[in-house]
């Protein structure tokens, strides 16, 4: 099975900062990847789709690119709204893997 | 306006079984794959298992394979999550989801705890 890595597992930056967030197949997965974002006590929500493509409704701070086994969450200007756990995730085939998550904060 | 509703939690004894569902409306049901995914207090998220448009197929993560069994009722729009043989590891959030690209709607999870 493909296994989904993220680094780093935790950030604190500040707000205003440019954030980024890697996640990393050990195979190819095209651009079969999502981003998603989990707000302490609540449902995770989807953010990225595809690799790059946002979801509806999603701040356009966000974005993602990749292709391949390397991509990338990119928060262009962190918010204190922002402060989340973020997952990737594969859904080219089964098994649909997570990322172990990646925690930002605030400093 | 999508909506999953998940019910049919509890607390379970170890070696026991509990069946989850997944009522749902909003959409057509029977157009979409539909999964369900865990997470485990203070872990991360975990995928359990998913089933195809009409339930012809199925997936499970080694994680449960032949102790749970997914299905889809696409009459009473709803998903079930059948799980037996049930673990302490097993003790989690269970989250009903409908996959369009990525798992684009979420049901709030229904949670299961096994403990004896």
């Known amino acids: 099975d493909i296994q989904m890595t993220q680094s780093p597992s935790s950030l604190s930056a500040s707000v205003g900062d440019r954030v980024t967030i890697t996640c990393r197949a050990s195979?190819?997965?095209?651009?079969?990847l999502a981003w998603y974002q989990q707000k302490p006590g609540k449902v995770p929500k989807l953010l990225i789709y595809a690799a790059s493509t946002l979801h509806s409704g999603v701040p356009s701070r966000f974005s993602g690119s990749g292709s391949g086994t390397d991509f990338t969450l990119t928060i262009s200007s962190l918010q204190p709204e922002d402060v989340a756990t973020y997952y990737c995730?594969?859904?080219?085939?089964?098994?649909?893997?997570f990322g172990p998550g990646t925690k930002v904060d605030i400093k | 306006e999508v909506q999953l509703v998940e019910s049919g939690g509890g607390l379970v004894q170890p070696g026991g079984s509990l069946r989850l569902s997944c009522s749902a409306s909003?959409?057509?049901?029977?157009?979409?794959?539909m999964h369900w995914v865990r997470q485990a207090p203070g872990k991360g998220l975990e995928y359990v298992s998913a089933i195809s448009n009409i339930g012809g197929t199925t997936y499970y993560a080694d994680s449960v394979k032949g102790r749970f069994t997914i299905s889809r009722d696409n009459s009473k729009n709803t998903l079930y999550l059948q799980m037996s043989s049930l673990r302490a590891e097993d003790t989690a959030v269970y989250y009903c989801?409908?996959?369009?690209?990525?798992?684009?709607?979420w049901g709030q999870g229904t949670l299961v705890t096994v403990s004896s």
């Open positions: 195979q190819g997965i095209s651009n079969s």
């Open positions: 909003g959409f057509t049901f029977s157009s979409n794959p």
């Open positions: 995730q594969k859904y080219n085939s089964a098994p649909f893997t």
């Open positions: 989801v409908r996959r369009v690209g990525g798992y684009s709607d």
